[in-house]
């Protein structure tokens, strides 16, 4: 397990968190990677996974995508290979990623790994996410400014990269050293020697990805079907105006419509979706009765959280609520509402095993709901 060190979480949000950056040096004591080179180009291989290779040779940048069959052609000059999502596929990188989860589940999105050679980088950018990058083997130099106007410039379609930024960071990072760098603030990583670094990016929806979601949402579960009404029609000197009124009375509709319980399900269910979302194959995927899970809970047997698996759920307010809702992949799942608290526990743990026995007897609810969880891959028994 990795475990945060010299880092005040509370500070650390009041006066950092979105606001500066901030380099933790040996954030991670005694830091060992959970995968290696070879690891990150055998994942670069499967048509699954997003991944790239940025290099550069002289003053010439190439961006190739995988999947890879020949790895090798595309390393050339100064390189780097990045793999996104890969705490979907390695249980040790999701470990990972989890030691940031003082930040909501929600807003986690992925962990991008790359490998780099001497020299390489991707060139100075602006990010419009939050991200936390761990050094692993090696040591990178991080030149980290502060938000303002920049020249954006394109040496490849499929890279963007800025002039002109007055680092206020300028450190060499060793293994188990962290950097954050707050969204929209201009940073430049170069490797001065072969390196591992791994990347905590968190998800930040623009109204645009919102609002094309709920629309989605609302058509597929037939929801927001009230349609206009003007009773107080009065006449006008030009058809074609539309009366200041008459514009209130639609923001009033969408008002309304973002005060509704279906608003808040759509939030979680949104919010629970990974931009890489994954695909579990189900001839992969060992299936279990009621019975069977009943007995390994009895018995005490662990439970594993599939890598990348998160859960949400929106916060109940209303005391007329009798089921406790959750949201995995987009999927709800509901249970009685006296089985939140065991069900939380059950989420919230990478690695659960059932404490009181008799619980499995006395909540049905609650050993469906593991059979289910497990069958759908999101879990799976030790055994």
Same mark, same amino acid.
């Given at each position: ?113 790359? %490998? +780099? &050679?001497?020299? @390489? ?10 991200? /936390?990058?761990? !050094? ?126 279906? %608003? +808040? &399900?759509?939030? @979680? ?10 695909? /579990?194959?189900? !001839? ?100």
């Amino acid at each position: 397990m990795y475990s945060l060190n010299n880092i005040d979480i509370k500070q650390f949000l009041s006066q950092y968190w979105q606001k500066k950056p901030l380099v933790i040096k040996q954030g991670f004591a005694d830091f060992i990677d959970p995968l290696d080179e070879n690891d990150l180009a055998g994942l670069s291989q499967e048509p699954s996974v997003d991944s790239r290779i940025v290099s550069k040779t002289l003053e010439s940048w190439q961006v190739s995508h995988g999947p890879f069959e020949d790895i090798n052609q595309y390393c050339l000059g100064a390189w780097s290979l990045l793999v996104q999502s890969v705490d979907h596929f390695i249980p040790e990188a999701d470990e990972l990623m989890r030691a940031f989860d003082f930040i909501p589940h929600w807003r986690m999105d992925d962990l991008m790994v790359s %490998f +780099s &050679n001497k020299q @390489a980088g991707v060139g100075p950018h602006l990010d419009q996410y939050d991200v /936390f990058i761990i !050094q692993g083997k090696g040591s990178r130099r991080w030149q980290v400014g502060l938000p303002g106007n920049f020249e954006s410039v394109r040496p490849h379609k499929d890279l963007s990269q800025i002039t002109g930024f007055e680092p206020v960071i300028d450190q060499v990072l060793l293994p188990g050293d962290i950097i954050y760098i707050p969204a929209n603030h201009p940073h430049n990583g170069e490797a001065l020697e072969e390196c591992l670094n791994y990347s905590v990016g968190f998800r930040a929806p623009s109204q645009q990805e919102m609002l094309s979601s709920l629309a989605d949402y609302a058509i597929d579960n037939e929801l927001f079907n009230e349609r206009y009404t003007d009773k107080e029609l009065v006449l006008r000197d030009f058809s074609g105006e539309i009366k200041l009124q008459e514009v209130a009375r639609f923001r009033l509709m969408l008002q309304q419509l973002l005060e509704t319980d279906q %608003f +808040s &399900n759509w939030t @979680a269910q949104f919010l629970s979706q990974s931009v890489e979302k994954q695909e /579990f194959e189900e !001839q992969d995927i060992q299936q279990f009765t009621d019975q069977e899970i009943a007995e390994k809970l009895k018995t005490g047997v662990q439970f594993f959280r599939s890598p990348g698996i998160k859960a949400v759920f929106v916060e109940q307010q209303s005391s007329s609520i009798q089921e406790f809702i959750f949201y995995i992949q987009g999927e709800a799942f509901s249970v009685p509402l006296e089985d939140k608290e065991l069900v939380i526990d059950f989420l919230n743990c990478p690695i659960f095993h059932l404490k009181n026995a008799n619980v499995y007897q006395s909540s049905i609810f609650f050993t469906q709901l593991v059979t289910t969880l497990v069958n759908s891959g999101y879990w799976y028994p030790d055994d």
